[in-house]
């Protein structure tokens, strides 16, 4: 009789496997999940040399999946200084002066994460205020929503930003309306001037910081994730980490299709651990900056119909680029004509490749009803973040700047679900909170148009088996069943069971990847 190494007992095993959703025990050998039952089913594999760990009914989940990570970005900011907690400019300064005593002369300084709403005098920061106490050190400090930010006049200066500068399409560069003198605010793709002039990390830094960010995603509960990468200086940082054995969690890496060519070159020797799994293309921007392509004006901007990036052609050649590399082709398109624009490059992609693939669109977000028959059609799957439905709600203000009709149909996630689309979720950290189970309750407790909330298990399959399935890998992941590998999250209560805002809460207790416990 085979012995198990580990056993999980009396459990509450939510399995995401429909012929058997419920268990009460696990058992786990080496990197497998040996068997899944009661206690007693599993008793005939514990032997003395069997751990066995006693959950007191705490929930057992397959380990989660974050199907939209920016591991890199994510690893830089969490060197950065968090604002989170600050709740006054008082407070900014501070921690700002703090840092800058720590840091050599002219290094840039960076923050995250203020908000003016938890300030005393509900002020936003401004370029005096950074000025005051931080002289010597270009500055930028980024508020929580990431689409504004703060600098000081030496980060102004090293990016040529004056009174004169004329903002980017879709971006504000900030005035003092009496004085016309710049305040240090720029909002949407203003911000871009200063990010590109910030430099690049030297390699050890990344790949330190990137190391340091796959630990933190493990400790979310999230045992897989789909790396989208941004810069080919990545790839490098992603083999090493691989190579060395310091990748904790699974990775699928998604490269832009610009670094087609440069990314396969990647040597996976454990597929199971690392796998470049697809290639992102463009098809348009970001409602948030207006630049997300739409059949129809933006309700408050009349002239701003957002603007294609890749069509026509090009795009369906792209994505016949990406099949015959044998990946999976990821467009991102948010409006309803990029969305469009996308489903017709798929739909003719499959006729001249011939082969079926699992197509997906990143963040499809204005659909109607012809465009999510055409998604189901298609058999394309829909990658989303439901913070980030969230923030379009809460900081863009949909209702307003798309008009409550068009907002009716952003982000229908249950229509999608209804009409048999695959629909997965992710984070988009760090442009927004890390933590899956906040998207899970963005997702169950959606308080617009709340017609489009979810069930706890369509939130939990967004999150385990049907992200699995989204990168070709349901047959080894995603649900607890006999055969697959043993990475599993435990949670100290069940989503199910507490009330639907209070998801985001749960504290996770026990993270395990290929058998092994990282956290618990």
């Known amino acids: 009789m085979l012995s198990a190494d580990l056993a999980l007992i009396n459990a509450n095993v939510k399995t995401m496997n429909p012929n058997q959703p419920t268990a009460q025990a696990v058992a786990i ?76 002369a002219g290094k840039w300084i960076f923050g995250r994460g203020w908000h003016q709403n938890r300030f005393k005098d509900k002020r936003l920061p401004n370029l005096s205020d950074l000025d005051s106490v931080v002289p010597d050190n270009p500055a930028v400090l980024y508020h929580e929503s990431a689409m504004v930010c703060v600098v000081n006049s030496k980060a102004l200066g090293l990016a040529g930003i004056s009174k004169q500068t004329v903002a980017p399409q879709g971006g504000t560069i900030e ?27 030297t390699e050890e830094e990344l790949l330190e910081a990137t190391s340091l960010a796959c630990q933190k995603i493990a400790e979310t509960g999230v045992t897989s994730v789909h790396w989208l990468v941004l810069s080919e200086n990545e790839l490098p940082i992603i083999q090493k980490l691989h190579l060395q054995g310091r990748l904790p969690i699974r990775v699928n890496v998604v490269a832009p299709e610009a670094l087609l060519e440069k990314a396969v070159g990647l040597q996976t020797t454990d597929s199971l651990m690392l796998h470049l799994g697809g290639a992102v293309i463009a098809s348009d921007g970001y409602l948030a900056s207006k630049t997300a392509a739409l059949f129809e004006p933006y309700s408050d901007e009349p002239q701003k119909t957002g603007s294609l990036l890749c069509a026509g052609e090009g795009l369906k050649a792209s994505v016949v680029k990406i099949i015959k590399a044998g990946l999976q082709p990821v467009i991102h398109a948010m409006g309803d004509k990029a969305v469009d624009t996308a489903l017709t490059a798929i739909e003719q992609a499959k006729k001249e490749a011939g082969v079926d693939v699992r197509f997906r669109i990143e963040q499809a977000a204005v659909l109607n009803k012809d465009l999510i028959q055409r998604l189901s059609a298609q058999r394309v799957i829909v990658s989303v973040q439901p913070r980030v439905i969230a923030s379009e709600f809460s900081v863009w203000n949909a209702k307003e700047r798309l008009g409550i009709e068009r907002a009716r149909r952003l982000f229908p996630l249950k229509t999608l679900l209804q009409e048999d689309v695959k629909v997965v979720g992710g984070s988009d950290c760090p442009m927004e909170p890390l933590n899956p189970l906040l998207g899970m309750q963005e997702a169950v407790s959606r308080e617009d148009f709340s017609e489009q909330r979810l069930s706890v298990e369509e939130a939990l399959g967004m999150y385990t088996i049907d992200a699995a399935f989204s990168s070709g890998e349901e047959q080894v992941k995603g649900s607890v069943e006999e055969g697959k590998l043993a990475d599993l999250t435990v949670l100290s209560a069940d989503p199910a069971v507490v009330e639907p805002n209070k998801i985001s809460t749960i504290s996770v207790d026990t993270v395990m990847v290929n058998g092994k416990i990282l956290k618990g």
Do not use: Y
């Open 175 to 201: 005035k003092d309306l009496k004085s016309g003198e710049l305040t240090g605010i720029l909002r949407d793709s203003a911000t871009n001037l200063i990010w590109n002039v910030i430099p690049e990390p």
């Open 29 to 104: 050998k080496k990197n497998k999940i040996a068997k899944v039952g009661t206690n007693q089913d599993i008793q005939p594999l514990i032997s003395e040399g069997t751990r066995v760990i006693n959950l007191e009914g705490k929930t057992v989940l397959p380990g989660i999946i974050d199907t939209h990570v920016h591991v890199a970005d994510f690893g830089q900011c969490l060197l950065w200084l968090d604002l989170c907690c600050a709740e006054s400019v008082e407070d900014i300064q501070s921690l700002l002066k703090e840092r800058a005593e720590k840091t050599p």
